[in-house]
């Protein structure tokens, strides 16, 4: 189906997308994830503010401690290694993973992570490896941890006219381990459940994440308990979520089991 | 509408053409230049058959605006004649019976040549993995698998498409901004609401979904809320009905969003009570007209009493969502949605509870007309909790 009209600007630097964005439009990068809400007409904004080629978007910057993806940086080229991987292969791995190849070279880190599809790979991949989102908006510039950033289904902690111009991740400790692992029916499909598992003592960061629970990634608060064995998964997240019938956490209870065996095995 | 002239190469030769922003590349390709080689299937990036290559890189045309593509170098299945790989490959499909309609061969074809010239290592499993995103629909895979592999064993010759570096390009704007606010729903007419409602039994194979509420105050009190049909809805943020409730029957409509999603859901619903036993249940359907989307549900509730100052409100949906929304519809977003929903829900009840009875016909009067921050799903979920708390007699 063909999409409702709509007009198209493409930003020519950061302050010209946020004055852009401030007239009211829809910010897009590689519309992967908006273009078929906009053909099957779901969604029908006014004008589309393309921020693809923000030259502050497209940058990587390597740092000491963490590396900067510019937000228009797409998925295939973490997973070429074309931009810089801090952690030495976690990321592009998961990069692979994201739906199929001819989606990936135009889809971006950062429209997804904006986009804060509950099911989405970089939402907890992202969240499990502690990494920091880069905010652009008419008051300045704020950073913001990514289990701050997406707040639930589709929403995120971006105000009005504000961009998401980077992600930092923070480079990995010397023997930090890391364990991500989806359920998808079918290469390609959105995880039906997920999870992430990071153990970086050098750095003093643990962390066991749960992701595609329809909500924003959950954090478990006894990540050292889960990774030592002494806390059981299954029961880590029934405590945590006791709202939800135990059936419907069965995959993500297997899914954080995984997580854990490829983070401490 | 505006148009923008794009200026790119096509399969070698330089081309301009005026479009629309909202055209996607498969259709610049099919109807300004008349290539009608890209096929178009799914057209929301899930079947694979408009794969073709800007800038030496696979992409679904369907999903690539053609405005975006100023500059870049495009090329489609008919831009391969000279290709001695891609000669290789159309050879391969041959005489492995790799197509059959043919409908997702340009596809095939495109996400092949990335495979042979990026994976030269790729294996049977690989090339499965790899080929996950173009759908066949008759021959099935095993032909296009061994095609690959047949290519990939007899020392391919060299791509002579590959990716060029990505560059920033200036690109045009449209000619003239948009005037217009971002539309809703709100502003375009609905359909009219389908007559019938749906039947229990139909709904037994639907999305079950299961929640305890629990309201701190009187359950007389909350019961005299629930049995309100007006004051109900207007607990319910989005929802509104078009005339006061006649015998349990009510007409009316639900604006529910979803991150950048819209949906004003208009339907009408059956509600039944039993005051004596304090439960009811809601049967209802609603049709979104805009993203031709349906939401038929049942929602049985029974409140108990907890104390003389707590009541405990159980509720068992059933529901089916039908059309283009239910794409993004997956249950544990539905439940997310409703759940946030359902929060504010009962304090509303409760507050009202415990502000006293109702005065009549303040529901309808009150109703809120903003729209949920919620989902589609949310629309769904609100429209069987409406129903649910609806449903009296």
New interface residues.
């Given amino acids: 189906?063909?999409?409702?009209?709509?007009?198209?600007?493409?930003a020519?630097d950061l302050a010209d997308a946020g004055a852009l964005l401030r007239?009211?439009?829809?910010p897009v990068a590689g519309?992967?994830s908006?273009?078929?809400?906009?053909?099957?007409?779901?969604?029908?904004?006014?004008?589309?503010v393309?921020l693809?080629?923000l030259?502050e978007l497209?940058r990587v910057e390597e740092r000491e401690d963490c590396v900067r993806l510019g937000a228009a940086i797409t998925h295939?080229?973490i997973e070429d290694g074309e931009a810089a991987d801090p952690t030495g292969g976690w990321l592009r791995a998961a990069a692979a993973g994201i739906?199929?190849?001819?989606?990936r070279?135009?889809g971006t880190l950062g429209g997804s992570l904006a986009?804060?599809d509950?099911?989405a790979d970089w939402v907890i991949v992202m969240t499990g490896l502690c990494a920091t989102a880069l905010l652009a908006g008419p008051e300045g510039a704020r950073r913001v941890p990514l289990e701050d950033f997406v707040t639930?289904?589709?929403?995120t902690a971006l105000g009005e006219g504000e961009i998401l111009t980077a992600v930092e991740v923070p480079r990995p400790g010397r023997g930090a381990r890391w364990g991500y692992w989806k359920f998808a029916r079918?290469?390609?499909e959105?995880a039906k459940a997920s999870a992430a598992v990071l153990v970086d003592r050098e750095a003093g960061r643990l962390r066991c994440a749960v992701g595609?629970?329809?909500?924003q990634p959950l954090l478990l608060d006894d990540p050292a308990g889960l990774i030592e064995g002494r806390v059981d998964p299954g029961e880590a997240l029934r405590r945590a979520l006791p709202?939800r019938?135990v059936e419907?956490l069965a995959l993500h209870v297997t899914a954080l089991r995984r997580a854990l065996e490829a983070a401490t095995a | 509408m505006s148009t923008t002239e794009v200026r790119l190469t096509l399969n070698g030769r330089e081309v301009a053409a005026a479009a629309e922003p909202r055209s996607h590349l498969a259709d610049f390709l099919r109807d300004e230049h008349l290539l009608t080689g890209t096929h178009l299937g799914c057209e929301h990036g899930v079947c694979g058959a408009c794969t073709l290559f800007v800038d030496g890189r696979p992409v679904r045309a369907c999903l690539t605006l053609a405005v975006s593509c100023q500059d870049a170098e495009v090329r489609s299945v008919e831009g391969f004649d000279e290709d001695p790989l891609m000669a290789r490959l159309r050879e391969a499909f041959s005489r492995h019976h790799g197509l059959q309609c043919g409908y997702c061969t340009p596809g095939m074809l495109a996400t092949a040549y990335d495979i042979v010239r990026r994976l030269p290592q790729a294996d049977a499993a690989r090339i499965r993995r790899e080929l996950a995103g173009n759908l066949c629909r008759c021959t099935g895979y095993a032909g296009i698998v061994a095609a690959i592999e047949d290519v990939l064993a007899g020392d391919p010759p060299p791509a002579a498409v590959v990716p060029v570096e990505r560059r920033r390009r200036p690109r045009p704007r449209t000619e003239k901004p948009a005037a217009e606010a971002t539309r809703t729903s709100d502003s375009q007419p609905t359909a009219p609401a389908d007559e019938s409602l749906p039947d229990r039994a139909a709904l037994a194979d639907g999305v079950a979904l299961e929640r305890t509420l629990r309201l701190a105050a009187p359950p007389e009190r909350v019961w005299a809320v629930l049995s309100d049909i007006p004051t109900v809805v207007s607990c319910i943020p989005g929802a509104s009905l078009d005339a006061p409730p006649e015998d349990g029957r009510l007409t009316g409509r639900c604006v529910v969003a979803a991150g950048p999603m819209k949906a004003s859901f208009r339907g009408r619903a059956r509600v039944a009570l039993d005051a004596a036993a304090r439960r009811g249940s809601v049967l209802g359907r609603g049709r979104d007209g805009l993203s031709r989307s349906s939401l038929e549900g049942l929602l049985d509730f029974a409140l108990h009493e907890e104390s003389e100052a707590a009541a405990r409100l159980e509720l068992a949906m059933r529901y089916r969502l039908k059309g283009p929304l239910a794409q993004f519809g997956r249950p544990a977003l539905v439940e997310e949605i409703a759940d946030r929903l359902l929060a504010q829900v009962s304090d509303e009840i409760a507050r009202r509870a415990l502000a006293g009875p109702p005065a009549e016909g303040t529901g309808a009067a009150a109703a809120p007309q903003r729209a949920l921050g919620g989902l589609g799903l949310l629309a769904h979920a609100l429209r069987g909790l409406v129903k649910r708390i609806l449903r009296r007699r």
Wanted: aromatic share 8%; net charge positive.
């Fill in positions: 189906m063909k999409s409702a009209p709509f007009d198209y600007l493409a020519d007239e009211g439009g829809k519309n992967q908006l273009g078929p809400m906009l053909n099957l007409r779901l969604v029908r904004p006014g004008r589309l393309d693809s080629g030259p497209r295939a080229e739906a199929y190849r001819a989606v070279n135009r986009h804060a509950p099911a639930g289904p589709f929403a079918q290469v390609g959105f595609a629970l329809g909500r709202e019938a419907d």
